[in-house]
């Protein structure tokens, strides 16, 4: 890991990205770090969580890296990857992203391998895993 958080970042494309940004940031417990945006279209933002970050932007932002990445609902609402962020208290996590609209796929469980967990999807199809098991602390 670096000295500021993990070397490897998620990075995700939405649709509307400000409404995601806020909605990430309210049900999920995200912080603003960064946004670059002109007007609804957003170039790049961060997001931290703890020692973890993603990126994200707009996915009507032209350029290469896009033509290389679909959307869940351009591909019957799979997904290819998913983010995974460790929590200290994964059922308080579950009630406020259920009471955000977060869309439980997989309820909450013990988990075989330790720690507590739940898989959902955010308001743009997009896949998320939060749980207590930390890797890291094995």
């Avoid at 208290?89 to 391998?113: K, L, N």
């Avoid at 999807?121 to 098991?133: C, N, Q």
Wanted: proline share 3%.
């Amino acid at each position: 890991m670096s000295a500021q958080g993990s070397t490897i970042i998620p990075c995700l494309r939405y649709r509307d990205a400000l409404a995601a940004i806020d909605w990430l940031c309210r049900a999920f417990g995200f912080e603003k770090q960064a946004v670059y945006a002109d007007g609804a279209v957003v170039h790049h933002a961060q997001l931290v969580h703890g020692a973890g970050m993603i990126m994200l932007g707009s996915a009507q932002n032209a350029g290469e890296w896009g033509s290389h990445i679909a959307q869940p609902e351009e591909i019957g609402g799979r997904e290819t990857q998913s983010c995974c962020v460790v929590v200290a208290d994964a059922d308080a996590h579950y009630a406020t992203a259920r009471a955000a609209g977060a869309g439980i796929v997989i309820d909450i469980a013990d988990q075989a391998y330790g720690g507590r967990g739940y898989l959902c999807r955010d308001p743009e199809g997009h896949l998320w895993w939060f749980g207590s098991y930390d890797p890291w602390q094995v």
